[in-house]
T-cell receptor
Framework: EAGVAQSPRYKIIEKRQSVAFWCNPI?????LYWYQQILGQGPKLLIQ????????DSQLPKDRFSAERLKGVDSTLKIQPAKLEDSAVYLC?????????????FGSGTQLSVL | DAKTTQPTSMDCAEGRAANLPCNHS???????VYWYRQIHSQGPQYIIH???NNETNEMASLIITEDRKSSTLILPHATLRDTAVYYC?????????????FGKGITLSVRP
């Protein structure tokens, strides 16, 4: 079965610019997650969707980050304006229902460098 | 915040068993123990999870102590491709809002 697809693989921007990342989860997976992974640290959950509704966005910096999953399938994560500290790998993951006994499947991530 | 503690790093020889420890002394009765690993430049990959009983699959075995306060992930015959960061995570069993919260993990280096 196809895995979680993310694009682009790499992105380099200057501070104060905008950037967007795209994720296509595994077909049939209702739950979609965006994680941020700073070098040397474990992934940190930014936002969790259940279908097209937000379940948890408590760690999303809402002044500059936004995410949507309009049709309950694909999702985009946007940063506007970017700061130097946003340099990280942005990982998308999906699972069937989001309950505690399930596996999460991760994409390969988008590596963002903010100069 | 992560609810587990792991050593920072360990190594083992290729072909030997790798035993990765994890402490989760504050685990609740409704929390699973999960293990993921992350190979360089890739997203995390699910390995195994368990609630109370020991578990085994094609990748690894998970041994959970009777009091559930600690566990050990066992890779029975480590290969160079097993070099990765391994994350031990506790996760609430029920509810759609069941977070997977990562710590820093343990870096396993498999030497030839």
């Amino acid at each position: 079965e196809a895995g979680v697809a993310q694009s682009p693989r790499y992105k380099i921007i200057e501070k104060r610019q905008s950037v967007a990342f795209w994720c296509n989860p595994i077909s049939g997976h209702a739950t979609l997650y965006w994680y941020q992974q700073i070098l040397g640290q474990g992934p940190k959950l930014l936002i969790q969707f259940q279908n097209n509704g937000v379940v948890d966005d408590s760690q999303l910096p809402k002044d500059r980050f936004s995410a949507e999953r309009l049709k309950g399938v694909d999702s985009t994560l946007k940063i506007q304006p970017a700061k130097l500290e946003d340099s990280a790998v942005y990982l998308c993951a999906s699972s069937f229902t989001g309950t505690g006994g399930e596996k999460l499947f991760f994409g390969s991530g988008t590596q963002l460098s903010v100069l | 915040d992560a609810k587990t503690t792991q050593p920072t790093s360990m190594d083992c020889a290729e072909g030997r068993a790798a035993n990765l420890p994890c402490n989760h002394s504050t685990i609740s009765g409704n929390e699973y123990v999960y293990w993921y690993r992350q190979i360089h430049s890739q997203g995390p990959q699910y390995i195994i999870h368990g609630l109370k009983n020991n578990e085994t699959n094609e990748m690894a075995s998970l041994i959970i102590t009777e009091d559930r306060k600690s566990s050990t992930l066992i890779l029975p015959h480590a290969t160079l491709r097993d070099t990765a960061v391994y994350y031990c995570i506790v996760r609430v069993v029920t509810g759609a809002n069941s977070k997977l919260t990562f710590g820093k993990g343990i870096t396993l280096s498999v030497r030839p």
